[in-house]
Antibody, heavy 123, light 109 residues
Framework: EVQLVQSGAEVKKPGESLKISCKAS????????IGWVRQIPGKGLEWMGI????????RYSPSFQGQVTISADKSISTAYLQWSSLKASDTAMYYC????????????????WGQGTLVTVSS | QSALTQPRSVSGSPGQSVTISCTGT?????????VSWYQQHPGKAPKLMII???KRPSGVPDRFSGSKSGNTASLTISGLQAEDEADYYC?????????FGGGTKLTVL
């Protein structure tokens, strides 16, 4: 069974750094892109970016370019999303999701999704 | 990249059909046959319902169907059931990155 398991909820202060994880199992980790999606409480889904774990190629949505870093460690089948300096506006649920199309050039549908990691940033 | 436009809410009675629209541009929906739809129940992760405009992944009931005309994609749910009450999001490939719709809340009356 293909599964993505995310790290637990985090409570941080503004200005702190954070790295959350998404561990994949049940398939060859380097075959499929993995994306990250933000959901602010009570709001909709927003694509943040995506990584191809095989060669670490990344693509960011313009709104998140320079705001976060997406990485992956293929030796442990884990993708990461990190911030160097958190803001209160980063408070949200963050989901990882695997591209199910298997396409290297046009990953375009995502399944399964991780259970989500709630990040709360408050002084 | 602007979000795709969805109605904020739709509703229907059990057994009826509802259609949720998703309007984009020639740079996203109109330019690619890579529209997908996701269902999200409160407090849960999104679940994939439709891929490639109109294909149903394994396990998705055939009550769910998708289509596209020009820059607008649609999700139709026929034979509404109580468990269909959820938020629905469309998504389209947009030449990297991707873009979501704002979401539609489906209420089963």
């Amino acid at each position: 069974e293909v599964q993505l398991v995310q790290s637990g909820a985090e409570v941080k202060k503004p200005g702190e750094s954070l790295k959350i994880s998404c561990k994949a199992s049940g398939y060859s980790f380097t075959n499929n892109w993995i994306g990250w999606v933000r959901q602010i409480p009570g709001k909709g889904l927003e694509w943040m970016g995506i990584i191809q774990p095989g060669d670490s190629q990344t693509r960011y949505s313009p709104s998140f370019q320079g705001q976060v870093t997406i990485s992956a460690d293929k030796s442990i089948s884990t993708a990461y999303l990190q911030w160097s300096s958190l803001k209160a506006s980063d408070t949200a649920m963050y989901y990882c999701a695997r591209d199910g199309s298997g396409s290297y050039y046009t990953p375009n549908w995502f399944d399964p999704w991780g259970q989500g990691t709630l990040v709360t940033v408050s002084s | 990249q602007s979000a795709l436009t969805q109605p904020r809410s739709v509703s229907g009675s059990p057994g009826q059909s509802v259609t949720i629209s998703c309007t984009g541009t020639s740079s996203d929906i109109g330019g690619y046959n890579y529209v997908s739809w996701y269902q999200q129940h409160p407090g849960k992760a999104p679940k994939l319902m439709i891929i490639d405009v109109s294909k149903r992944p394994s396990g998705v009931p055939d009550r769910f169907s998708g289509s596209k005309s020009g820059n607008t994609a649609s999700l139709t749910i026929s034979g509404l059931q109580a468990e269909d009450e959820a938020d629905y999001y469309c998504s389209s490939y947009a030449g990297s990155p991707w873009v979501f719709g704002g979401g539609t809340k489906l209420t089963v009356l």
